[in-house]
């Protein structure tokens, strides 16, 4: 059995460059296969490999104290869907090319999963505002499944998401929006941009997709997760299309 790593950090990293080397070294050490990218703005994991050298180096992560509370998100395969590794250093973790948009000097609101799923099976928010769930994917992530009902956007890549809102501002007047993606690190600059932007009760979702699934199941999702490995797509079992 092959456990798969996801995690993220939003944190100033002031030596990315010795950070890159470090993950390097214990990543070959242990096995591991994958992609981290490093930037001044923070880390984002994906790694696989035996789940004892996956949880050594989640434990040697952990370690130091700027990734001691980040959220991991674990889920198995039959073979490593990775087919080497990669540590590099990058100027964002998620390319979203607003600068001034810096989760890691704080974040945006946020929802768990937990209260997302209630609030779907309720149709509303505690405060009786209709949802307005957004998908920050790209449209081949999309394809591949998303919550009922979601705003998707025809975008390509992140960055263009902010224009491709814009015609839906009206339409989202009024609403709790719930902006979500795979694993939550786009959630994180959307939200922010979307409420520096001027639109009103902007919320994240806690965890992405991975995390509701790992939480509450499938409640309220159509069909699987896009991940971006040889899994292609997992279910809300986290089990993959292709093991």
Not at 48 to 72: E, H, Q, T
Not at 109 to 128: E, F
Not at 199 to 226: A, K, P, S, T
């Amino acid at each position: 059995m092959i456990r798969n790593l996801a995690a993220y950090q939003f944190v100033p990293i002031h030596d990315p460059d010795l950070l890159v080397q470090s993950l390097r070294v214990h990543c070959v050490d242990a096995g591991l296969l994958g992609t981290i990218v490093v930037a001044d703005e923070g880390i984002n994991c994906f790694v696989a490999g035996m789940p004892v050298a996956v949880g050594g180096f989640i434990d040697w992560l952990k370690s130091d104290p700027r990734f001691a509370a980040m959220p991991v998100k674990l889920s198995d395969s039959d073979s490593v869907p990775f087919k080497r590794l990669r540590v590099k250093r990058r100027r964002e973790i998620i390319t979203f090319r607003r600068p001034h948009i810096v989760p890691s000097t704080g974040r945006a609101p946020s929802v768990s999963a937990q209260t997302l799923s209630r609030w779907l099976k309720a149709g509303r928010d505690d405060c009786g505002r209709e949802l307005c769930l957004l998908d920050t994917r790209n449209e081949q992530e999309v394809a591949h499944g998303t919550f009922a009902g979601a705003l998707t956007l025809p975008i390509a890549g992140f960055t263009q998401l902010p224009e491709a809102l814009e015609p839906h501002r009206a339409s989202m007047q009024g609403k709790t929006i719930v902006s979500f993606c795979t694993g939550g690190i786009r959630c994180e600059k959307s939200a922010l941009w979307m409420r520096e932007a001027g639109y009103e009760n902007v919320l994240q979702l806690d965890g992405g997709i991975l995390g509701y699934f790992e939480q509450v199941g499938g409640f309220g999702f159509h069909n699987r997760c896009f991940v971006f490995d040889e899994r292609v797509a997992l279910d809300p079992e986290l089990t993959p299309l292709h093991r």
